[in-house]
């Protein structure tokens, strides 16, 4: 199995320097499942090109694992391990490549930012018909493939799924190697190694700055943790964190089922549309998620949606503006914050908070209660929040630690409770309190609800 990495940008050989490898010498590494070579065929001023080599073992391979299994059948010798790039190449790269990988460069620490002329060729690779560009193309790679046939000397066989693929682009090593390093195993069915939880963070940090705005980011992530969902939503959850919070389902297979995210938003919009009211505000809107539920599965006539943070408005516009006319102009998007009197929210009928108030310091969240509670006064008002108890229920969760790092506090249920009760009493409400998602006997709802009513409204 091999991958060569060429630099034309002169000078070419400083790619010798970011590998940490002398272009004069071959280097050889012993790794669990055989060996790793890495040589340079050429390294000129104008062009260098590093091959890392990497011999897998397929009879131990299937020897260790029968052995486990208690017997082994002959058809297992002959697999595609050797020769189809896999996560045995990236186990590879991070060993032999490891400091280009984490973006250091102890010489030359100024060249690990810079942008080489790379090309990249993994001569076998597997993958369905598309999908190598649907990976690559999004992160500004001009790729080109070319299907290896079944068998050279009978073409009337057709073409097997595996590729002869060669990547080019100006950008950093280190992204190129980071690239690689996510997608090869993911691309890869057979991932050799057991998908535990630590595969999570090495996700996160390969994928920083890439793989969160990536258009297949769901799909890479349950492929490289290997559709194990209870670590892939985990993963999702700190990629995207407001998009999809960790349930605790652990099923292996990918159903389709909802999550904890999309079951409180869908349970808040099914409790506004039922007050039929004329007016909702959804607040603290972010990307809209509420909103585009409130336009899609309602006719409320005016829904407002504000947030403080620009980015997530333009997003939202974009997707609004994808809705026929007469949905979207239901919708006015506002820029503001809650923490400041704002007469735009005055008189509106109901009022979401949906995973918002933990994103505010203590003194702030005292300041939202009045623009909120006192100033806009809607008659209904809906605010949800995690529930920290069953914070507990979340492995990857350090003791204490929070669900995502913009959070200021969380609250356990009572704390929650003793809130919604002061915050009633002050500004002439009633509130019920509501668990959202499956309870757990012990720690209770994943995320909870307070339901406030003006008194006689
Ligand atoms: N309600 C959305 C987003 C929740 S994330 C959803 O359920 O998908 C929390 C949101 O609160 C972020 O979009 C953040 O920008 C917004 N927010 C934080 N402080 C705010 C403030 N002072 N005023 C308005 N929005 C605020």
Known sequence: MFLSITNRRPDATDLGHLLHKHPARVHEASLPFGLARVFYPQAGPDECTAVLAVDVDPVGLVRSDGARKGGWALGQYVNDRPYAASSFLTVAISRVFGTALNARCTKRPEMVEQPLDLEARLPVIQAPEGLIEKLFEPLGYQVETRRHP??????????????????????????????????????????????????IDKLITKGEGWLSDHPERDWITRRYLKYQRRLSNEAIARLAPEEILPDHADSLELAAAPTLHDHRLDTVAARIAALNPASVADLGCGEGKLTRRLLKQTRIPRIIAMDVAARSLEILNERLDRLPESVRSRATV????????????????????VEVIEHLDPDRLEALETVVFAHAAPRHVFVTTPNREYNALFENLKPGGLRHADHRFEWTRSEFRQWADRVAAAHGYQVTLEPLGEEHPEHGPPSQMAVFTISGG
């Open 150 to 199: 079944l068998d050279p000397a009978l073409p009337a066989w057709g073409e097997s799924r595996y590729h002869d693929l060669v990547l080019r682009a100006n950008r950093p090593l280190y992204e190129l190697l980071r690239h690689l390093f996510v997608l090869v195993p993911a691309l890869d069915r057979d991932k050799h190694y057991w998908v535990g939880r630590d595969e």
């Open 334 to 353: 506002i820029l503001g914050s809650l923490i400041y009197r704002d007469s735009r929210l005055a008189g509106c009928d109901a009022a979401a908070l």
